[in-house]
């Protein structure tokens, strides 16, 4: 009996032991089976990262692309990025391609600027603030007592006076304010054309210009000289054509010349006046006097 209480209490505890081996095991199972799970977690929160950043890079992309403004210039618009987030950068390309800021305006306006082919020029009218072209510099053509302007094909006669060569009938060519007397055509082909003191000093063909005082006062003295008695005009108003004549001259006013203390300043000039002998009778025929550069005279070129 003895021995087999011994054996008895023996097995007892060899059935306990065997009873605590299973939950090791069922613990080590336990911890495979969670490993899955936990591998496809990582794995899942691996793609979402990586989704995220492509999504961060397609809009860094998006906002690198060039954006058209409304006249089609290409505007290039840099976004930095300096870890805390993004800023614009303040260069933009205005379509003309330099390095160096602000010179977008020195490029457009030289590539910009037309080139001249030397056949004509501008100035500005000081009387009428009006631009116009510079007449061409092609000299005429003299032949003994004729002259050719090269300009538009007309000829003039010519007289020796003073020892310079003039021309003897009233300049024709169309340029600047130049007008007709009464805006008539006709009134151009018969007495020439007639300008503001501004127009007239550009008018004569190249070697040719207004008179001076000295070479004016030669003509006045020569009887021979035909004058046109060709009017003038001024705002409103014609008059005198047939009658009396006036011609611009280069000339500085002096005291003597007629309105020479009422006529003085900037805005006036001297001109030649010609009466025809029967309308002056008794009075002086031909004399300088200072006038209004804004009216319309004659003008008669001298040879330089």
């Not at 870890?83 to 306006?109: K, Q, R």
């Not at 060709?230 to 009396?244: A, I, V």
Request: with cysteine.
């Amino acid at each position: 009996m003895g021995v087999l209480g011994v054996f008895v209490a023996f097995m007892a505890c060899s059935s306990e032991d065997s009873s605590t081996t299973p939950p090791s095991n069922q613990k080590q199972t336990a911890d495979e089976s969670t490993q899955p799970t936990s591998s496809a977690s990582a794995e899942k929160k691996a793609n979402s990262s990586t989704s995220e950043k492509k999504s961060d890079d397609s809009k860094s992309d998006e906002k690198k692309e060039p954006s058209k403004a409304a006249n089609d210039t290409i505007v290039v618009q840099e976004y930095v990025d300096d870890g805390d987030g993004t800023y614009e950068d303040p260069y933009f390309s205005s379509g003309i391609f330099c390095w160096t800021e602000g010179c977008e305006s020195t490029v457009s306006s030289s590539s910009a600027e037309p080139k001249s082919n030397g056949s004509s020029k501008k100035s500005s009218d000081s009387n009428s603030g009006a631009s116009i072209d510079q007449p061409s510099q092609e000299p005429p053509t003299v032949n003994g007592t004729s002259m050719t302007d090269n300009r538009d094909q007309q000829t003039y006669k010519l007289q020796q006076v003073g020892g310079k060569l003039w021309m003897a009938q009233d300049l024709n060519y169309k340029y600047g304010s130049s007008k007709c007397f009464d805006d008539s055509e006709s009134n151009c082909t018969k007495y020439g054309r007639l300008y503001t003191y501004s127009t007239a000093k550009n008018a004569c063909p190249a070697g040719w210009k207004l008179p001076s005082r000295e070479e004016a006062q030669a003509v006045i003295n020569d009887e021979s000289y035909p004058w046109s008695y060709s009017g003038r005009c001024k705002t409103g108003e014609c008059g005198f054509t047939g009658q009396m004549g006036f011609h611009w001259t280069a000339a500085t006013a002096q005291d003597g010349d007629k309105n020479f203390d009422s006529n003085k300043g900037d805005s006036y000039a001297v001109i030649i006046v010609e009466k025809e002998p029967d309308y002056a009778g008794d009075e002086t025929q031909k004399f300088f006097q200072v006038d209004d550069k804004e009216k319309y005279f004659s003008v008669r070129c001298v040879q330089e």
